[in-house]
């Protein structure tokens, strides 16, 4: 065959390929919404669940889920920043970075499952944090902190080393050259790497129904007390999330209206998450412009 | 605070037509304090530097080999000889860069105003600020154009807006860049054309008023017109600085230096005057080089 046809070939395969993989992801994407768009309404979006009768909402499911993902974030982004930082600019090439280099790509494709029983026998049990926010949070980040830090580190890798030189010739330390110099470059990689972090908070079940539990107390929306027992923002209450909950009615669900609440709660979820990566993408934008004077 | 301990300076060893009484001692400006400028007119012509024995070796390989040469105050001198002869290695290592490189390590002494920086108790922090550096790609800071000029005097203790405003204004004036971007200071570094991203990088080195200013092959990334407005900085900024350049172009050796030292596979060959290398060398290895023959 003529290199010229061979080209054209597997051009086309790849265009095909490329169409094939968007055909997919419109058609699951849009099966998804069109049979729980019909479900959602503001009531759904507000009111608590019903076990047994009709027309029970995801309210607390939802608040949930954006809690538990905000509490998991300020564990691990300070963690995963500091820990990166560290792997990429202060650890000496040595056998004890290599072993934790692969403790972190062993933690980071744990079944989810054995981390829910981990973080039952620890943190809930041992630790006596209970079914709770705080449970579900540090479990959670026993996924997200692999990731963070691989990601931080690689960002960090990725700036030119003659941007790094430049700050330490300047008489900067090296710490002044790392967080004045170096991060602000990475910061839009280290966005990337966060929100595909925290779509796992979104989407994960399994490790939490052991963690946070799979239900939620009666929640008072008008005392915002965080040591109040039926408060919202208490992170030690036990909490049922948007994906555990779409798993239980699914599962379990006796209200008659199951099937529908499950087809709304999973659009909710998907509209969540897609709403999340643009305000993130977004926002690393807007502060990597402040940091960097745009371009 | 010195950079060092003090009683080793007195045992200064000599080089053949290095005279280390002259040199003036390393300012105490701290991170905390304001640097102060330094009079360009009453240091006497004396060698700013020298290195005696100088070897800098790549784990096992030795990339530099007992070099011992003087930098004369306010002069500059030119780095030449073939790729990988270690001319870059060895400017590297006048302000400790290669301490960056893993595996990379240095024996022998380089003294700069009466202290041996080769010195495991040097503060390199402090050395970095005396000595700028030039790269061969130009690498301004992700930033805007004023603030890779302020960014350095800023962290060495300049507070006050105008005054960080004249350092920016003076050291753009110096470096030919002020009229062509005095409207757009707020504008990324980066938006900037190649030879005027240089020509800031030389500002923004200057702007922490170093006593040394060391360039690896400044201008080979430019076209000829960048590469001519550079050179001529180089003969303005002579007055103040004493340089050494690194550079493939034997051409811009002969116009730019005062001094020219030959490197080939490590060793320094010959180190003479420019005029004297370029007419009637000493060596016929340079004259080799010089001529074209290999390298």
Known sequence: ?295 | MTLIATDKNKAAPTPEDAKPAAMQPLPDAGPGEPIKPQPATDREPAPAFYTKDLSVYYGEKQAIKHVSMAFPDREVVALIGPSGCGKSTFLRSLNRMNDLIPGASIEGEIWIGGHNICDPRTDVVRLRQRIGMVWQRPNPFHKSIYENVAFGPRYHGVKRKAELDAIVEDCLRKTALWDEVKDRLGQSGLALSGGQQQRLCIARSIAVKPDILLMDEPASALDPVSTAKVEELIAELKRDYTIVIVTHNMHQAARVSDKTAFFFLGDLIEYDNTNKIFTNPSRKSTDDYISGRFG
């Open chain 1, 1 to 295: 065959m003529k290199a010229k046809t061979m080209d054209r070939l597997m051009t086309g395969v790849i265009v095909g390929v490329g169409f094939l993989i968007i055909a997919l992801l419109a058609a699951l994407l849009g099966y998804l919404l069109i049979r729980g768009v019909g479900h959602i309404s503001w009531h759904f979006l507000t009111s608590p669940p019903e076990s047994i009768r009709a027309g029970g909402g995801i309210g607390p499911q939802l608040f949930n889920s954006l809690f538990l993902l905000v509490l998991t974030m300020i564990i691990t982004i300070p963690l995963g920043l500091g820990a990166g930082i560290y792997m990429s600019e202060y650890a000496k090439p040595s056998r004890l970075t290599a072993f934790i280099r692969l403790v972190v790509e062993v933690l980071s494709s744990f079944p989810s499952i054995v981390v829910g029983l981990f973080g039952l026998l620890v943190i809930v049990n041992r630790f006596g944090l209970g079914l709770s926010l705080m449970s579900g949070a540090l479990a959670l980040t026993v996924f997200n902190l692999p990731l963070m830090v691989r990601i931080t580190e690689q960002a960090l890798r990725a700036v030119p080393r003659e941007q790094k030189e430049a700050g330490l010739a300047l008489g900067l330390s090296r710490w002044r050259t790392i967080t004045t110099v170096m991060v602000p470059i990475a910061v839009p990689a280290i966005v990337t790497g966060t929100i595909l972090a925290a779509g796992r908070v979104f989407g994960e079940a399994a490790a939490l129904l052991f963690t946070a539990g799979m239900s939620s107390p009666r929640l008072d929306f008008t005392d915002w007390n965080p040591l109040h027992h039926t408060s919202p923002l208490n992170p030690f209450r036990p909490a049922e999330t948007l994906a555990v909950h779409i798993w239980k009615v699914n599962s379990e669900g006796l209200a008659p209206d199951a099937a529908q609440i499950a087809a709304g709660a999973s659009a909710v979820l998907i509209v969540t998450v897609l709403l999340f990566n643009l305000c993130a993408r977004w926002l690393g934008r807007v502060l990597y412009r402040k940091l960097t004077a745009g371009r």
